[in-house]
């Protein structure tokens, strides 16, 4: 086919470009501007190449951070994708019911992120809070504001809570979308419930969790607001995740240079773990057809 | 392989029917024979799958009971009877290879490795698919996924009966009557009890050796293609069956004689007694069009070419009729008349055929 060339077309280009560079090139050469240099105050800065990015990459504080988030996504996940499928199994496929379910599931993520944290931070609280008083009243040695294991368990207990709903909102999409005659087949193959499963439900649900997974993934790798409010990263620094640090790095400490090399590595690691998950997965689809 | 018997078997959706209009399925007293291969025929709507869903269990019917050979199944949940159904979309399992979906109904029963892998390749034979065993099912064509899921049905050797749900609804034209034959010639093979449920008539009649034609609820008539054809039990079987279907016209009759609306014919038989409503049908590859003057006159809309035979479109007595005529016949402007072959004509009362005395 022939193709009409027309340069005055590049104009119809100028709006997206524009939109873009508004939204999110030029606030993000602010922060790359902030990373390459340094100042002594008065609105005074002197470039000093990349020595931000080798002190980050070189700190230690960063490391454990990394580690603790590291640590905190893939726990939450190991949970929340197994639960979600397991509840969304679980529900009824329809009539009033279905619907009461789908209701009461969907609570936990109409809630702002704050509000979650503070819910929690009383509810856990031993002295005035349900939770936290009946587990101490248990005999159990329980305190998030001072030990460590309890911090973490709670801000886990807490984002399941919060998320696990999401995971079993895509799933019951996935399982209510798988014709009955499947289940008919399967019944006349005499296959078990295992068999079920691993056959029929979730290769159907394999397209939503992936989604699900993707999600989870990058919420909870930046996950800020809850635990700030719930522990304020403490016991001392054993709840401060990447966020939470980049945030006292930036407006606690005002190291604007390290915080904007900080920022720009964070989004690198997220952006490469996304993608490197994204293309695995639909590579394992691909396969499989 | 069994035979299947409906006794008095009835379904309907409300709770307390009163009326017939409140069935999905009409009472009912039918034998399906062993190893013959039946068709359920019948538009939408008229019971055809409430049928298929109680043999299969899927539906538990309200009324009535279902028997493999002597053993009543009525109750008996899908996975006991021992049945295997081909869905209106196949029904595959998709991680798994073709060879693993073959396999997978015997594993399940726990029968040993031997026996699987020598049911599988005769299956696998069969249904002409040896050469993508080892690939996954997902990766399959419609009409390769339809078979595999008749395959997994096959696989068996004790399934009493092999359901067909309108099998060839996602199928291509130039596919379907490939996979039709195919499934001809393996119920030759393999002479399982093939029950399969269509609104297709060209399906109906080139798969079964009896045909049930089902209409609102109600079976109409059971037969062979042929018996269909010549002598359909209801006006509805004459006008369903056929391209184009049956004519059926308002006839007065005393005796031998048939009054038509303008014209008298001779009858081959003797009727007395008649009642009701009358009509009598004659199928359209049974009437000539001839020079006006030698028959009865009819005013003809319209002539369709189709390639290997002309469907005169025209109108008698306020109804349309349609007249098939030989390709090689030139028709002129004076042929208008129609004639009858008298010995392919039938008597309706009320819709139901009626037999009269030979004369």
Known sequence: ?289 | MARITLSKLAHSYVKDPKSDKDYALRELNHEWEDGAAYALLGPSGCGKSTLLNIISGIVTPSHGRILFDDIDVTFEDTTDRNIAQVFQFPVVYDTMTVQQNLEFPLKNRGKDAKYIAQRVASIARSIQVEDILHKKARGLSADQKQKISLGRGMVREDVNAILFDEPLTVIDPHMKWELRTQLKALHKELKHTMIFVTHDQTEALTFADKVVVMNVGEVVQIGTPQELFEKPAHTFVGYFIGSPGMNILDVEISGNQAKLFDANVELTQNYSGLKGKLELGIRPEFMTLCEEGQGIKIEITRIEDVAHHKIVRARYDNKDINIIVQEDVVITKTMNNMTFDMSKVNIYENSWLVEGEKI
Request: include cysteine; glycine fraction near 6%; hydrophobic fraction near 55%.
């Open chain 1, 1 to 289: 086919m022939k193709k009409t060339v027309n340069q005055k077309a590049w104009f119809l280009v100028l709006p997206v470009l524009l939109l873009v560079g508004f939204s999110a090139v030029i606030p993000l050469m602010t922060v790359v501007n902030y990373s390459i240099q340094d100042t002594f105050g008065n609105n005074q800065f002197f470039p000093v190449g990349l020595e931000w990015f080798e002190e980050i990459l070189h700190s230690e504080r960063i490391h454990d951070a990394l580690g603790r988030q590291v640590l905190f996504t893939s726990i939450i996940m190991a949970i929340e994708i197994p639960l979600g499928i397991y509840i969304a199994l679980q529900m009824p496929k329809s009539g009033i019911w279905a619907s009461v379910c789908l209701v009461l599931i969907s609570l936990p993520l109409l809630i702002p992120w704050n509000v979650v944290g503070t819910i929690w931070q009383i509810f856990a609280r031993t002295d005035i809070g349900l939770l936290g008083h009946t587990v101490a009243a248990m005999g159990i040695d329980y305190n998030y504001s001072q030990d460590i294991l309890s911090a973490w368990i709670t801000i886990i207990v807490m984002d399941v809570w919060h998320w696990t709903s999401l995971v079993v909102l895509l799933c019951y999409a996935g399982l209510q979308s798988i014709p009955s005659a499947y289940y008919q087949a399967a019944k006349i193959d005499q296959a078990s419930r295992w068999n079920v499963f691993r056959y029929i439900e979730l290769p159907k649900m394999m397209g939503v969790l992936l989604i699900a997974a993707l999600l989870r993934f990058m919420d909870s790798f930046m996950i800020y607001t809850e635990p700030m409010v719930l522990t304020g990263g403490g016991p001392g620094n054993a709840t401060t995740f990447l966020s939470i640090d980049l945030v006292k790095m930036a407006i606690g400490q005002f190291d604007l240079g390290p915080a904007a090399a900080f920022s720009l590595m964070y989004f690198l690691v997220i952006l490469l773990v996304s993608w490197v998950f994204f293309t695995v997965m639909s590579n394992i689809d691909k396969e499989e057809g």
